[in-house]
């Protein structure tokens, strides 16, 4: 069973879902999303691990100071206060979009407090911001786009997103739309991809190449958002990573294909346990 639980970090409620029993894995999302993205995945997981899945701040239900970074190196440093805070004993880092440049972050910058890294659908390098992020940086467009914004286009992001188009069910709409449904959580979703900067990760370019953590690189290759070209570099140039493709899913490979993702992530660090 899912628990919502908070810890305190910096002064901010951050939010996160705990399940399970066994070695930590924490669980990263994107922007767009919060921790419901891995619903289909966490009942999986905790079979056999403990699972945490956390909120950033400014999403989901964690707290959304307008007057904080967003980029992804305070993230970064936010989570590494999370691991202290629960605490965890070197979890398995697991991230999804952004949750995944967090990562990449985390484990060239404070590789003693993770066991090994995932990457899913992950930015990387200097291939992003994507539209439609990257035009939201631009002050009067953000406006302008926040203020006719609805439910109605925003379906249409998320659709493209997934390969399963049958996916998108109204119970899923509203798990994607209920952080824009208020003022404040619109400010916030603004506020994060103001904040965003990719040199964040092209400045870490030489410390992935000298890498030591074991790495798992996931691609739905259905992705209109984040193109194959980053999941292939990254395979490049971390050494020792694995690279692990699906035709039959999109940005949301973790809606489009659970049990996959799960699977590869479980046999990824069961791998690591025989090792050792």
Partial sequence: MQQQQTCTIDGYRIAYQQSGAGAPLL???GITTHSFIWRKVIPLLSQSFQVFAVDLLGCGS????????YSLN?????????????????????????????????ATQYPEKISSLALINSVGHDFWPVQPISIMRTPIVRQFLMSIVDRRLFRVIVQRGLYHKDLLTDELMDLFWEPLSSSLGRKAFLHFAKCLDNHNL??????????????????GDADPYLSAAIAEKLHREIPGSRLRRIA??????????PEWTARQISDFIQEQHEQR
């Fill in 248 to 257: 039959t899913a999109s940005h949301y490979l973790m809606e489009d294909e």
């Fill in 27 to 29: 669980l990263v999302h």
């Fill in 202 to 219: 092209t400045d870490l370019e030489e410390d992935l190449r000298r890498l030591q953590l074991p790495a798992l690189i996931l691609r």
């Fill in 62 to 69: 964690s707290e959304k100071p307008l007057d904080q970074s």
């Fill in 74 to 106: 305070e993230h970064a440093r936010r989570l590494v206060a999370f691991i202290d805070t629960i605490p965890l004993e070197r979890p398995h880092y697991i991230g999804h979009d952004l949750g995944g440049g967090i990562g990449q972050i985390v």
